[in-house]
C-alpha cells in the first residue's frame, strides 16, 4: 500500500512568489491536513480538508490557502511569499474517523530567498 | 481548546538503560493521544495512541506508554534504548470531538541514545 506522496520534496522560491505544494494521501483516506514545521514554532496546523470540504483552519494569513480534489488529493498554496515563510510543510492523511492516527508524508523543504 | 507540552527539549541517556520523553496535555473530555517520530528530513511515523481502555499503551519499536488521567500525563518509555532510537518525538492531543486531522502537537523533545 502506497504511503502519502508529497511533490515536490525540495522548493526554492524568490520572496513575493507564490507556490503550490501538492499531497497524494493513501488510498481510501478521505482527510487530508497540512502543518508547518520550523525549527522555532515546531509544528503547526494549518487545515484539514476532508471530501474536498475544509474542515479546520489554523491561524495563519489567508495568503495559505488549500484545496482537495474529489481523488482526495490535496494542494497548498502560499502567495506572496516572505522569508519566513521558509519551512518544511507535511501532509499526513486520515481515514477520517476522530480516533485514528496520522499518516505523514516526507514533506516539501520550502527555502524563500 | 486543546494544548500539549513537552517540557525537555533534550533527553540524553547511554544505550542500554531505560528512557523516558515526558508528555502532558490539556483538553476538554476525554483525550486522544499520539506518540510521532521523526528521523532527519522525513516525516512523521506514528508510534502508539491511547483512545480508551488499558493506561498501559504498547508500540511500534518496543516502545510504550502510560496513561495517566489525575496527572494529564502520556509519557513514552523504552525498558532499553538503542542507539537507533536517537530522533525527535512527539506527543499530540485531540478531543472527543475533534476532527480527525486537527491534533495539536508538543514542540518535540531530541532523544540521544549515546553509545
Known amino acids: 500500500k502506497a504511503g502519502v506522496t508529497q511533490t515536490p520534496r525540495y522548493l526554492i522560491k524568490t520572496r513575493g512568489q507564490q507556490v503550490t505544494l501538492s499531497c497524494s494521501p493513501i488510498?481510501?483516506?478521505?482527510?487530508v491536513s497540512w502543518y508547518q514545521q520550523t525549527p522555532g514554532q515546531g509544528l503547526q496546523f494549518l487545515f484539514e480538508y476532508f471530501s474536498e470540504t475544509q474542515r479546520n483552519k489554523g491561524n495563519f494569513p489567508g495568503r495559505f490557502s488549500g484545496r482537495q480534489f474529489s481523488n482526495s488529493r490535496s494542494e497548498m498554496n502560499v502567495s506572496t511569499l516572505e522569508l519566513g515563510d521558509s519551512a518544511l510543510y507535511l501532509c499526513?492523511?486520515?481515514?477520517?474517523?476522530?480516533?485514528?492516527?496520522?499518516?505523514f508524508g516526507q514533506g516539501t523543504r520550502l527555502t524563500v530567498v | 481548546a486543546q494544548s500539549v507540552a513537552q517540557p525537555e527539549d533534550q533527553v540524553n541517556v547511554a544505550e542500554g538503560n531505560p528512557l523516558t520523553v515526558k508528555c502532558t496535555y490539556s483538553?476538554?473530555?476525554?483525550?486522544?493521544l499520539f506518540w510521532y517520530v521523526q528521523y532527519p528530513n522525513r516525516g512523521l511515523q506514528f508510534l502508539l495512541k491511547y483512545i480508551t481502555g488499558d493506561n498501559l499503551v504498547k508500540g511500534s519499536y518496543g516502545f510504550e506508554a502510560e496513561f495517566n488521567k489525575s496527572q494529564t500525563s502520556f509519557h513514552l518509555k523504552k525498558p532499553s534504548a538503542l542507539v537507533s532510537d536517537s530522533a525527535l518525538y512527539f506527543c499530540a492531543v485531540r478531543g472527543p470531538h475533534t476532527n480527525a486531522g486537527k491534533s495539536t502537537f508538543g514542540d518535540g523533545t531530541t532523544l540521544t541514545v549515546k553509545p
Open positions: 483538553v476538554s473530555g476525554n483525550p486522544y
Open positions: 488510498s481510501g483516506h478521505r482527510s
Open positions: 499526513a492523511s486520515h481515514r477520517g474517523q476522530e480516533d485514528t492516527e496520522a499518516f
